[in-house]
């Protein structure tokens, strides 16, 4: 009875052992673009460098965007634009590759991937899988893309599951098992009717042909682990991150003044932080008081955004998430100097000139971003 008691407690009080936080199949090395993660409990979120991704977990790309995931045993995975990847079956931490299984799909687009521990010691437990087809592994590197019936015709290709190997061997299937063996150099495809089967093309379709971005490699030769290539990296930048919320402020240097004629001082707010590291920064924004005013002030207007910096030169490109809207923002803005972003932010710019504090509004007011270079 005390045995059971006190295991109880420890369950009640938080303290029983539990699987270490961090443990996850998958790390997100590279961001281009706009990519999202969405949790198995459909929360949604930008991705940034770094992110881990566990069982139930899709990325998606948007136009003119990819990602490089490396997984627990080493895998690479390329996502191409307008791509939807999700991790069904993956070992969650290191211990467990030599027993775990690697279960993959995409749903829409395509990816390059090199495969890692377990496709090398035990390929029969490495699988993709389509919309109508799955791809068994034999340890390699391969494309694979699933194209849908508006790709299809911007490509001038048949609709269906598309297979390249580049180094290795691969099986593509279908529902009823039917399957042809893809060599190294060759390319196969599996259409959408019932009555297709699996076929080796006799030439590779030139869409299967486009490289990856520089930043992310061309392949396993050109682009080896991240684990290898990490000393290789410079380190992150510090970068100081700056949000401020003022008075309406036109090109002519107008501004919200108060009752005595004084120009209302605007408030700000920063944070310092790594390159591709998240940080969020809030503000609380009210009218500027006036001894005019017959009614009471409006509450104040809180203004909150997350924000994940790389600088570009001379130039900052910002990955901004304003707390009460659904898209991310991408800005890119100048270094060192306060950035307009009132048309991009919860609050709207005035068309007026000037302001007097009686008739000022919270949501008239200008918001601005800045990031500054902390070591170059």
Do not use: C
Not at 14 to 42: C, E, F, K, Y
Not at 56 to 73: E, L
């Amino acid at each position: 009875m005390f045995l059971r008691a006190a295991l109880l407690i420890l369950l009640f009080m938080g303290l029983w052992p539990q699987a270490p936080a961090w443990a996850a199949p998958g790390t997100v090395q590279v961001v281009m673009g706009q990519v999202r993660i969405i949790q198995a409990n459909g929360q949604e979120r930008p991705a940034i460098k770094g992110d881990h991704l566990r069982e139930g977990d899709t990325v998606t790309t948007g136009p003119a965007s990819n990602v490089q995931i490396r997984m627990i045993d080493d895998a690479l995975v390329w996502l191409r634009p307008q791509s939807r990847f999700t991790i069904e079956k993956y070992p969650p931490d290191a211990g467990r590759v030599n027993t775990g299984e690697a279960a993959t799909r995409l749903a829409e687009g395509g990816l390059r991937m090199v495969t890692g521990a377990i496709g090398k010691s035990r390929p029969e437990q490495v699988k993709l899988t389509t919309p109508n087809a799955t791809i068994g592994i034999r340890g390699t590197e391969f494309e694979a893309a699933y194209v849908g019936g508006r790709r299809a015709t911007e490509l001038q290709v048949s609709p269906g599951t598309y297979n390249r190997v580049f180094e290795g061997r691969t099986v593509l299937a279908n529902a009823m098992a039917q399957q042809v063996l893809v060599e190294r150099g060759q390319a196969a495809f599996m259409g959408l009717e019932p009555q297709d089967r699996p076929q080796v093309l006799t030439r590779v379709p030139a869409f299967l042909d486009e490289p990856l971005p520089p930043s992310v490699g061309t392949g396993a030769a050109a682009a080896p682990p991240p684990k290898a290539r990490e000393a290789d990296k410079p380190p992150p930048r510090m970068v100081q991150v700056g949000l401020r919320i003022s008075s309406p402020a036109a090109a002519g240097g107008a501004q919200v003044v108060a009752s005595a004629g004084a120009p209302v001082e605007p408030i700000e707010t920063s944070a310092r932080v790594r390159e591709g590291e998240t940080t969020r920064l809030s503000l609380a924004w009210s009218a500027p008081p006036s001894t005019q005013q017959r009614r009471a002030p409006p509450p104040p207007v809180t203004v909150a955004v997350e924000l994940s910096v790389q600088m570009d030169g001379d130039r900052a490109q910002v990955q901004a998430q304003w707390i009460g809207q659904n898209a991310p923002m991408p800005i890119s803005m100048p270094l060192g100097t306060w950035f307009d972003v009132t048309g991009r932010s919860p609050m709207n710019r005035p068309d007026r000139q000037v302001i007097s504090s009686s008739s000022a509004r919270p949501e008239s007011a200008l918001v601005m971003l800045r990031v500054d270079p902390l070591n170059r």
